[in-house]
């Protein structure tokens, strides 16, 4: 019994009064006092010119600009331009938009990056993915997709606000790799359509291939035969670009003048040839037209002019009738509110991350959110819908050698030049040829290399990687998503649930005694398992067993944990047995010593608790759980991670022959 004089406070609340020692001062001020200090501190903070470099990267690289940078810039930004403008036509088409939609998505993230963004390669627009979540959630419909990039932006921009940048973690690469792989299948599908002049064929891929067949009799010939082409010239146009010249000569050889020319012409036409094939297709349809031949699929007319910068419209109207009010569209909208900016940013991200290593710089995370929110925000009121970083348009600004973020200035002017005086021409781009930039670009956008990694490192990735592959295929995107999620998180929680224990057999230990080691943390999902594992070894067959149990790898615990070792410690002594602990870090010991647990009894080694086990009525050997107790056994070996536990001296070492694993 303790005595009321000899009272020995713990290092637990030692610390405890040190911070409120600490906080003395905040609280004689009063908590309302010391809300609107912090606030003055936090709104001072704001205004400060770190701040301002950080939260508008402009000013950090704007006073460094020279006049050198603005060719490669302009370079930079009218070739990525020349690519925006075929891929925005293309892309509107994929979310059953009208096509000037694409193009009013294109220029707005190039202006407002510019400002916002830090990374120099970065370019925001429309992109494949993102097309293809938006098409899921809007049906066809430019309200809806102009109230979804509003929301979206707001929503990533509260998340910048609030540093939730992190949550985007929660979403493991082969989760990525199934819904990009998947994605790409089910864009390219949507486009045979266009490829084979069909109509009437649903987006959704388990609903497009059987109806695809049903209609295979009314391809349209001239159509198919156009797509082909383009494909074809698509792909080879890549692969010219990309063809390392000097491979067999050696780098050491140097190309005569023409040679160098040809070279860069070539590299020229591959970055731009989506524009190529789709001006190039352009004419044959307009030749053919001039000449009252009509054999393509062309495009509807497109509404000329810039778009009005106006609010977005918060209902749907149809012959002058309301028919939807903006709750009801936000309601049918539904998960695409979260899932269309969560996948967004991931994207960004993830480009934004590759190309600053690649040019040796870091990007802030909680900066491409808010640059994100702002564009798709300020998006909406040009009547675009939600857009995202681009990795091909990125890799178009990397290899044309961007100085600064000034050159999406230079795409963005292009954009709204192309929107103010070409798009009467754009009704003569055959439908075909869009549809050929469009599986031209997503068609390596399919993971099927990474299949072999997930084997050889993770099989259990694997099932992440086809559980979201086949969701998004069969189920959709929000469903693939999901339960994609919920299975790398499963397999993420499971060693919490299951820890690895070592079970040292009799060779090891005295014949009436087992040693068992948690190789793992414990924590309150892996209580019960822990209970059978310990169970199932100790009383498996008479005479019973007693168990030290060696915790050296637990580095915390909960109420949970400590009401199952009680259990465990009572099944014990019910059986006349004992349940000792050694090698526990001490802020363990100091937890399970205040929560009161009878019959606890910790060792600071396995042989004295088997020897307190041989003489019980002895007490050599216990540590007694003080502080002093606790400050003196910090330094010893069995405390550390790392420790094994020792052998009696009279028995000789054996390998260990069970373990009880995952």
């Given at each position: 019994?303790?005595?009321?004089y000899?009272?020995?406070v713990d290092s637990?609340t030692?610390?405890?009064?040190?911070e409120l020692?600490?906080?003395?001062d905040?609280?004689e001020?009063?908590?309302k006092?010391?809300?609107k200090?912090?606030?003055r501190k936090?709104i001072?903070?704001?205004?400060?010119a770190?701040?301002?470099?950080?939260r508008?990267p402009?000013?950090?690289?704007l006073?460094r600009?020279?006049?050198?940078?603005?060719?490669?810039?302009?370079?930079?930004?009218?070739?990525?331009?020349?690519?925006v403008i075929?891929q925005?036509?293309?892309y509107?088409?994929l979310?059953e938009?009208p096509?000037?939609?694409?193009l009013?998505?294109a220029?707005?993230?190039c202006?407002v990056?510019?400002?916002?963004?830090?990374?120099?390669?970065v370019t925001?627009g429309?992109?494949?993915?993102?097309?293809?979540?938006?098409?899921e959630?809007?049906k066809?419909e430019p309200?809806?997709?102009?109230?979804l990039?509003?929301?979206?932006?707001c929503?990533?921009?509260m998340?910048?606000v609030?540093?939730?940048g992190?949550?985007v973690?929660?979403?493991?690469?082969?989760v990525?790799?199934?819904?990009s792989s998947a994605?790409?299948?089910?864009?390219a599908?949507?486009q045979?359509?266009l490829?084979?002049?069909?109509?009437?064929?649903?987006?959704?891929?388990?609903q497009a291939?059987?109806?695809?067949?049903?209609?295979i009799?009314s391809?349209?010939?001239?159509d198919?035969?156009?797509?082909?082409v383009?494909?074809v010239?698509l792909?080879?146009?890549?692969k010219l670009?990309?063809?390392?010249?000097d491979?067999k000569k050696?780098?050491d050889?140097?190309?005569?003048m023409w040679q160098?020319?040809?070279?860069?012409v070539i590299?020229l036409?591959?970055t731009v040839?989506n524009?190529?094939v789709v001006?190039?297709?352009?004419?044959?349809?307009?030749g053919?037209?001039a000449?009252?031949?009509?054999?393509?699929?062309?495009?509807?007319?497109?509404?000329p002019?810039?778009p009005?910068?106006?609010a977005?419209q918060f209902f749907l109207?149809?012959?002058g009738?309301v028919?939807e009010?903006g709750?009801?569209?936000i309601?049918n909208?539904?998960?695409?509110?979260?899932?269309?900016?969560?996948?967004g940013?991931l994207?960004s991200i993830a480009i934004?991350?590759?190309?600053a290593?690649k040019?040796?710089y870091r990007?802030d995370?909680?900066?491409?959110?808010?640059?994100?929110?702002?564009t798709n925000m300020m998006g909406?009121f040009?009547?675009?819908?939600?857009?995202?970083g681009?990795?091909?348009?990125?890799?178009v600004?990397?290899?044309?050698?961007?100085?600064?973020?000034?050159g999406?200035i230079?795409?963005g002017i292009?954009?709204?030049?192309?929107l103010?005086f070409?798009t009467p021409s754009?009704?003569?781009?055959?439908?075909t040829a869009?549809?050929?930039?469009?599986i031209s670009?997503?068609?390596?956008m399919?993971?099927?290399s990474?299949i072999?990694?997930?084997?050889?490192?993770?099989?259990?990735?694997?099932?992440a990687?086809f559980?979201?592959f086949?969701g998004?295929?069969?189920?959709?995107?929000?469903y693939?998503i999901?339960l994609?999620?919920?299975?790398?998180l499963?397999?993420l929680?499971?060693p919490s649930?299951?820890?690895?224990?070592?079970v040292?057999?009799a060779?090891?230990?005295p014949?009436d005694v087992l040693i068992v080691?948690l190789?793992?943390?414990l924590?309150?999902?892996a209580?019960?398992?822990m209970?059978?594992?310990?169970a199932?070894?100790a009383?498996r067959?008479k005479?019973y067993?007693?168990v030290?149990?060696?915790?050296?790898?637990v580095s915390d615990?909960?109420?949970?944990v400590?009401?199952?070792?009680?259990?465990?410690?009572?099944?014990f002594e019910?059986r006349?047995?004992?349940?000792?602990?050694?090698?526990?870090r001490p802020a363990?010991?100091?937890?399970?010593?205040r929560s009161?647990i009878?019959g606890?009894?910790?060792?600071?080694?396995c042989?004295?608790?088997i020897?307190?086990?041989r003489?019980?009525?002895?007490e050599?050997?216990?540590v007694?759980m003080t502080d002093?107790?606790l400050l003196?056994?910090?330094?010893?070996p069995?405390d550390?991670?790392?420790?094994?536990?020792?052998k009696?001296p009279d028995?000789?070492?054996?390998e260990?022959?069970k373990v009880?694993?995952?």
């Open positions: 019994m303790c005595e009321p000899d009272l020995k637990g030692q610390v405890a009064i040190h020692g600490n906080n003395g905040a609280e001020r009063g908590w006092e010391d809300i200090h912090k606030c936090w001072r903070s704001c205004f400060t770190k701040t301002a470099k950080t508008l402009i000013f950090s690289w006073p600009y020279r006049l050198a940078y603005l060719f490669r810039d302009f370079v930079a930004g009218f070739t990525v331009g020349l690519t075929p925005g036509l293309a509107a088409a979310a938009l096509l000037q939609y694409g009013y998505s220029f707005m993230g202006f990056y510019c400002i916002f963004g830090g990374s120099r390669h925001l429309p992109t494949a993915i993102t097309t293809l979540m938006v098409a959630y809007i066809g309200v809806y997709a102009v109230i990039c509003l929301l979206a932006g929503v990533q921009f998340m910048g609030l540093h939730l992190f949550l973690n929660f979403i493991s690469f082969p990525l790799a199934g819904f994605a790409a299948i089910t864009i599908t949507s045979v359509k490829v084979l002049g069909l109509k009437n064929i649903p987006r959704a891929f388990i291939v059987p109806k695809i067949f049903q209609n009799r391809t349209n010939l001239y198919m035969g156009m797509g082909i383009c494909f010239v792909m080879v146009l890549k670009k990309e063809w390392d010249w491979k050696g780098r050889y140097k190309p005569p160098k020319v040809l070279r860069k590299w036409l591959g040839r524009a190529v001006v190039a297709a352009s004419i044959v349809a307009y053919l037209l000449r009252g031949i009509h054999v393509f699929t062309l495009t509807r007319a497109i509404r002019g810039l009005g910068f106006q977005p109207e149809k012959n009738t028919v009010s709750s009801e569209i309601q909208i539904g998960v695409g509110l979260v899932i269309v900016p969560l996948i940013f994207e934004g991350k590759a190309f290593r040019g040796g990007i995370a909680t900066q491409e959110l808010l640059a994100i929110g702002i909406s040009v009547s675009a819908y939600p857009v995202t681009s990795f091909g348009r990125t890799a600004n990397y290899q044309s050698g961007v100085k600064t973020q000034l999406g230079f795409t292009l954009v709204i030049f192309a103010a070409l754009f009704k003569y781009i055959p439908s869009l549809g050929a930039v469009i670009a997503v068609i390596q399919v993971e099927y990474v072999p990694v997930f084997w050889r490192v993770k099989k259990m990735d694997l099932m990687f559980v979201t086949f998004v295929l069969l189920l959709g995107i929000q693939g999901a994609g999620v919920g299975v790398s499963i397999i929680l499971y649930a299951r820890p690895k224990a070592t040292y057999p060779e090891v230990a014949d080691q190789e793992s943390g924590n309150f999902p209580v019960d398992y209970r059978d594992v310990v199932k070894d009383f067959e005479p067993k007693n030290v149990m060696r915790m050296c790898c615990i909960d109420c949970t400590v009401q199952g070792l009680d259990q465990l410690i009572e099944e019910s006349g047995l004992h349940l000792h602990f050694s090698c526990m363990i010991r100091a937890a399970l010593e009161k009878k606890f009894r910790y060792f600071k080694t042989e004295d608790a020897a307190a086990m003489e019980p009525d002895q050599n050997g216990e007694v002093v107790a003196a056994n910090l330094d010893t069995d550390t991670p790392t420790a094994t536990p020792k009696t028995v000789p070492p054996a260990i022959t009880t694993t995952v």
